[in-house]
């Protein structure tokens, strides 16, 4: 027998695991009424700046979630430079820069989920 905490939709429940009679197969049963709980606070993001700053766009190729940010608002950068990177399909994956410029803009945070071809930052 395991107890375990499920969240689902939002709502909290306790419930414990056993063996079900015969079958062999585990049957859930609820452990006692829990009263809701709030969710977990997200983890504060960074502030965003306003999405379009620059006049060349920075597409991610590939759906995915950023894991790290590899450049700041202002800072110089060549055509093919990361700009950021994601991991897709537990590959880590550079988001280059199109073109020459000044990043003007940086429209995701560390942990956001991109589809393809989402403009993550912005180039001047």
């Known amino acids: 027998m395991k107890n375990y905490t499920i969240t689902v939709n939002g709502n909290v429940y306790d419930v ?3 063996e079900g009679a015969g079958s062999g197969a585990p049957v859930a049963r ?3 009424p829990v009263a809701p709980r709030a969710a977990a606070p997200a ?3 960074a502030a965003a700046p306003s999405a379009g700053a620059g006049a060349t766009k920075v597409e991610v190729g590939a759906a995915g979630k950023v894991v790290r940010i590899d450049t700041t608002v202002g800072q110089a950068v060549k055509k093919g430079d990361a700009v950021l ?3 897709s ?3 880590e994956i ?3 820069a199109p073109a020459d ?3 003007a803009s940086i429209d995701v945070a560390v942990g956001d989920a ?3 071809g989402k403009v993550v930052a912005t180039l001047n």
Request: a negative charge.
């Open 16 to 18: 414990t695991v056993e």
């Open 30 to 32: 609820p452990a006692a």
């Open 43 to 45: 983890a504060p993001k």
């Open 85 to 87: 990177t994601i991991e």
């Open 101 to 103: 410029g000044t990043v």
């Open 89 to 91: 399909m537990k590959m």
């Open 94 to 96: 550079p988001v280059a």
């Open 114 to 116: 991109v589809e393809a």
